[in-house]
DNA sequence: CTGAAAGCGCTTACAG
DNA sequence: CTGAAAGCGCTTACAG
């Protein structure tokens, strides 16, 4: 049994000490290991003659190397095409520089933007970003959290329209730095990202009625899964609702219809299943994605935007403008939004924001007009 | 230094063994190790008053371990709240259930709808995507591939618009499975998926001339970065030429414009400077997003569609059929597109597919007519 | 069915 | 400026 011990104990430190090796270490002869072809870092330093150590200083910018010593290790590398394990790296350094994200849908223009932006923003300081979309549902948004956890990210942002109070728990005990977007309250290691949705509706709730709009008709969706609202579709509710209580004008009527299912699906539907029922003359969408269906809904029944009907979308993606007409709709500023996430992720200090405050603004285009003079038609009865 | 060794020695294999600790070791004690608060699998196996291995062997499902062991594991698990390391796991196990998957932009919605079906379909095998996005240039596609391939991935997708040569090289010499799309030849761990652009430039340039249009015009974009062509556009430019060679019909006339910059952008921008100058009575665009920015193009100048001038799509992305009218457009199926490409990277045989053809077909919808009886209006100038 | 040992491929004090 | 040692937190033969 000491025997065996000690030829373990060889192995780890090396032959270079002694006669007394036991077993033969095909690792100091800078060949590829006897498990598998991956080059090591071990394989580097004995080709350029150099300790282990060296090529780990030289590998991660630890001055004290000579310059001429580092172009040779490099030499090494190159010629070796070695590549640092990240595993061994991250599991030997105890961090990572790996930023988590957790995004709801990548199909969502909104989401796949912020992504994008995230990932730009991150690599700007040296960081990756690990993307997981939890289609909406808050089991695999946990299981999801739970991975990254596993994963040790540095830093965990929650873009999501879903929530789930377990994984949230679980980040909170973690003590790794997090945003959520819009839900809860900031802890230690918790920040959370306000955008500010009720201003975003107000703007525009307060731009159709001085356009002259008096019956609004909001235009929302839910999802497939029975489950609770989606958080930041109760804030534009509750934006929504806010804002028309503000404005109370004599003779403003609004009605809500909500249709379960994807954005442009559900907004399509919506205007099918209330043409000719309900009358209004200007339609507020809680997404783009929604918005671009209220067109569809529209137009496949002639009516023109904004000429008989205005309509304002929320999110401004890419596609919004491209639409006809171009659709005026509420503005998240992506950029501002990644920069602030991970500036919040990034910093280490418990001084700093724990609520940030994104602001809104609305992009006047051209899908918004005043009323139509004359009772519009057939389809306009007074519920 | 005999006996510096042996402390170490002795403090790696555990106190259980002996008086002879040298240093007291609190890893025994099941509290947090010294350095920080993660709860570690030692820990648990202390709590639960079993091995390490045993907790392990739990943790992975390797069978041999009673019910009630188990069951008691579990329990000491979630007490302690803990998660495993995937760093250490994976490092131990010498390869990883991570998937890398490369695409170019994730703004563009045909990347961002793959990206979530390959998503979806590695879950469903219980492997997980590293999603990275090159942004269509070079530089940013090689790092990206440098860093997957250290991150010990079991399989790499490149899914871009963009290539490089070197990336590839590395790649191929990794050994890693990995799958091209459209570019190159297969090789040992290199499968190449074949999306059939031609067929589907085929059928809508088909499509067209059936319905007796002879004035077709071709709208493509560039990226901004003044590199070489993109390959899936590259591809879609000689589908379309091979369509028209194949088609040569009396009186068939084509033009091509090609403008820089983000599709729908792009495809506005192509209208905004062939208008008035070229006759055409139908469009094929090189992706739904230059066909959106088209119908914004023809639409600002009062064009109808399909009325005056036909358009055609690429892709079949989520919105095309929202737009107004809905897009004609060539159908690249996102969930066979996954499977194809996971299955290729997950199966170990040799023997398997190294060449992968995925068919595209047309859908029909609204945006194609035929041409007008007449000569069209002012605008309608022969070139 | 269980446990102690060997190893994964790095980093980072520490001693020279 | 360089090198040998200790450690990161797991998995997986292997011996009992």
Redesign the pocket.
């Known amino acids: 049994m000491e025997a065996?011990?000690y030829?373990?104990f060889v192995?780890?430190?090396?032959t270079?000490t002694a006669g007394h090796t036991v077993r033969a270490s095909t690792n100091q002869t800078g060949t590829p290991?006897p498990?598998?072809k991956?080059v090591?870092?071990?394989d580097v330093a004995s080709f350029a003659g150099?300790?282990?150590?060296?090529v780990?200083?030289v590998?991660?910018n630890?001055?004290?190397?000579?310059t001429a010593?580092r172009a040779h290790v490099q030499a090494a590398i190159a010629s070796l095409g070695y590549r640092?394990?990240l595993y061994?790296?991250n599991?030997?350094?105890?961090h990572t520089q790996m930023l988590g994200l957790l995004v709801s849908n990548l199909q969502n223009p909104f989401f796949a933007e912020t992504a994008q932006a995230m990932e730009d923003e991150a690599a700007r300081h040296g960081y990756r970003i690990s993307l997981t979309a939890s289609n909406f549902s808050p089991e695999q948004h946990r299981a999801a959290v739970k991975q990254l956890l596993g994963a040790r990210i540095a830093g965990l942002a929650i873009i999501t329209s879903e929530h789930d109070d377990t994984a949230r728990q679980l980040i909170s005990a973690s003590g790794i730095p997090a945003v959520f977007l819009d839900v809860g309250k900031p802890e230690e290691n918790l920040a959370i990202l306000r955008v500010d949705s009720r201003g975003g509706m107000k703007a525009a709730v307060k731009h159709l009625i001085q356009l002259g709009h008096r019956d609004l008709l909001f235009v929302r969706n839910s999802q497939e899964a029975s489950g609770p609202p989606l958080l930041s579709h109760r804030l534009r509710d509750q934006g929504f609702a806010a804002a028309v209580r503000s404005c109370a004008i004599e003779g403003l009527k609004t009605n809500i219809v909500d249709v379960r299912g994807p954005g442009a699906d559900a907004g399509e539907q919506a205007i099918a299943s209330v043409f000719g029922r309900i009358h209004f003359t200007a339609v507020i969408a809680i997404t783009d994605m929604v918005a671009m269906g209220v067109y569809r809904g529209l137009q496949a029944r002639g009516v023109r935007i904004p000429r008989e009907v205005s309509v304002v979308g929320f999110d401004n993606t890419y596609f919004s403008r491209f639409l006809n007409p171009p659709l005026t709709t509420v503005d998240v500023s992506r950029s501002d939004l990644s920069r602030l996430v991970i500036a919040s992720l990034l910093q280490r200090k418990k001084t700093s924001q724990r609520l940030i405050h994104l602001p809104t603004s609305l992009v006047l285009r051209e899908s918004t007009a005043a009323p139509p003079q004359q009772s519009p038609r057939k389809r306009a009865k007074k519920v």
């Not at 192995?11 to 090396?14: C, L, M, P, S, W």
């Not at 150099?50 to 060296?54: H, I, Q």
Request: hydrophobic share 30%; net charge positive; proline share 3%.
């Open positions: 065996l011990r030829a373990w192995k780890r430190t090396g270079k290991g498990g598998g991956r090591r870092i071990q150099v300790s282990l150590g060296t780990s200083a590998l991660n630890n001055g004290r190397v000579s010593t640092p394990d061994a790296s599991l030997a350094r105890r």
